[in-house]
């Protein structure tokens, strides 16, 4: 009866410590999705992303690489540029990472759904 009563605690405390857990992964097996997939992704940057007056001015152009959490439930939280080009490309990169919507589909990994890590570019290119 012992052994039945510690393997049933065991098992609780294994779920309990699984649902409260809040590691962030950098790898999983299925990646978080924003709604609609790369293709939304990218239109939604495309029709928010402006380039910075200052930046066309001194013809800086390159790629800005924005970190961020994408939640559980979806969520986005935690920008923070990982690489930078200028002071003002790089504000308008986390500008804009910062309107995304919370439409994501959370990653899962072994079958959980867990917090993870998502990089997105974003490139500013002079024509």
Same mark, same amino acid.
């Given at each position: 009866m012992k052994k039945v009563f510690l393997m049933a605690m065991f098992a609780f405390m294994s779920l309990y410590a699984s649902a !409260? &857990?809040? $590691?962030?992964? &950098? #790898? %999983?097996? %299925?990646? +978080? =999705?924003?709604? /609609? /997939? !790369? %293709?939304a992704l990218m239109k939604f940057m495309c029709d928010n992303l402006q380039y910075p007056q200052d930046a *066309?001015? !001194? @013809? #800086? =152009? /390159?790629?800005? *690489?924005? !970190?961020?959490?994408?939640?559980? &439930? @979806? $969520?986005?939280? &935690?920008? #923070?540029?990982?690489? /930078?080009?200028? +002071?003002? *490309?790089d504000a308008e990169a986390m500008r804009v990472a910062k309107m995304l919507p919370n439409k994501w589909t959370p990653a899962k990994n072994k079958g959980q759904v867990v917090r993870c890590r998502y990089s997105i570019p974003f490139t500013f290119r002079l024509n």
């Amino acid at each position: 009866m012992k052994k039945v009563f510690l393997m049933a605690m065991f098992a609780f405390m294994s779920l309990y410590a699984s649902a !409260q &857990d809040n $590691t962030i992964y &950098d #790898k %999983v097996e %299925v990646m +978080p =999705e924003y709604a /609609g /997939g !790369q %293709v939304a992704l990218m239109k939604f940057m495309c029709d928010n992303l402006q380039y910075p007056q200052d930046a *066309l001015k !001194q @013809g #800086k =152009e /390159g790629r800005v *690489l924005v !970190q961020l959490v994408i939640e559980k &439930d @979806g $969520t986005v939280s &935690d920008h #923070k540029v990982v690489k /930078g080009i200028s +002071p003002s *490309l790089d504000a308008e990169a986390m500008r804009v990472a910062k309107m995304l919507p919370n439409k994501w589909t959370p990653a899962k990994n072994k079958g959980q759904v867990v917090r993870c890590r998502y990089s997105i570019p974003f490139t500013f290119r002079l024509n």
